[in-house]
């Protein structure tokens, strides 16, 4: 596996790394252990989890998964999330005692004594920001922490955050059907010297071709909220998966692999998490970082995105209403 670095002062880690959310949703911890552990031996050493996963559960999912090889790998966690019985009670709260208090539970739920990364994971309209980088930085010089990370925030955000403690990396959702952050976000990163995590980068599994509009999605399924997995919404962007199907033939590739391709040949220091619950699609996910887009290759599928419109909105109502404007 390649490896690349996260802006100009992060951390080391590979090309794909693994998003953790979604092994919450396998019934047997065993095989969630059994998943991140492989994972790591085909070459993945960046995982992706937080707080908020469950709440608490992934994280120690994670922990125990990693706890043999801990020194090899880079484990990244959020903080900045309140609680309540339901996904639409979610809300934010940064404030430093706060942030303070997830760190040492995290650190104990992780079965570790350092967080690699650690995330504001959404940005406290109610705490400045140099109050939350401040209070990282101070976590920094005691060793629980070793880099400062943002998650959804703007390009503000981001340049005050940065001013009293750099940050090595965004995480965003930035995927071919979610380009927005490459007109402000992506130059303001570029410029700063911080690195970019797309969360999402196979657009919740559609970007892979096993979605259409006939899909039927579990009761507890978020996509069930999500405007742009409505049928309406599917037919619509089918488009944008016979662009990569196409590509994929010719390239004898997935789908998948040509979506994680694209977003690696952006940057170089751009490093895609998705997440899987199946072997076989982390299997291929990993071998994504062998794919090669040539300049004619990135040309041509610019020339057809940039005539689609890809419809309906990325998040319920709600979790819009968290996003950092």
């Known amino acids: 596996m390649q490896k690349r670095t996260l802006g100009n002062g992060g951390p080391e ?5 693994l998003g953790c959310m979604g092994l919450n949703a396998v019934p047997d911890t065993r095989d969630a252990i059994r998943l991140i552990r492989t ?3 085909l070459g993945v050493t960046f995982f992706d989890t937080a707080e908020a996963y469950g709440p608490y559960r992934n994280e120690e999912i994670v922990g125990e998964a990693l706890a043999p090889f801990r020194d090899q790998v880079v484990i990244a966690t959020k903080f900045g999330h309140t609680f309540g019985q339901t996904l ?3 809300g934010v709260n940064s404030r430093p005692e706060q942030i303070r208090v997830v760190a040492d539970a995290s650190l104990k739920r992780l079965r570790t004594d350092r967080v690699d990364l650690f995330y504001q994971h959404r940005v406290d309209p109610n705490v400045p920001i140099e109050d939350v980088a401040g209070t990282v930085k101070d976590l920094i010089r005691q060793g629980k922490v070793k880099h400062f990370g943002l998650s959804e925030a703007g390009m503000r955000t981001i340049r005050r955050a940065h001013a009293v403690q ?3 990396a965004l995480q965003s959702e930035y995927s071919l059907w979610w380009r927005e952050p490459e007109r402000e ?3 303001t990163l570029e410029e700063l010297g911080i690195g970019l995590v797309p969360f999402s980068p196979l657009g919740k599994g559609f970007l892979t071709g096993a979605i259409n509009a006939d899909t039927q999605f579990g009761a507890r399924d978020l996509r069930n909220t999500i405007p742009r997995f409505t049928p309406e919404a599917r037919t ?3 488009a944008l998966v016979d662009l990569l199907g196409q590509i994929a033939v010719r390239k004898q590739a997935a789908p998948a692999q040509i979506a994680l391709g694209w977003l690696l040949a952006r940057k170089p220091w751009i490093v895609p998490i998705p997440g899987t619950t199946k072997v076989h699609h982390l299997q291929e996910n990993v071998g994504a970082a062998r794919i090669v887009l040539t300049a004619d290759d990135l040309a ?3 020339e057809v995105l940039s005539a689609m419109t890809v419809q309906g909105d990325r998040y319920p109502p709600f979790l819009l209403a968290l996003l950092d404007r």
């Open 185 to 187: 976000i992506l130059p």
């Open 13 to 17: 880690v590979s090309a794909i790394g």
């Open 88 to 90: 639409a009670d979610l």
């Open 236 to 238: 619509a962007n089918q």
């Open 39 to 41: 994972a790591f031996e």
């Open 166 to 168: 750099p940050v090595a």
């Open 300 to 302: 041509a599928m610019d």
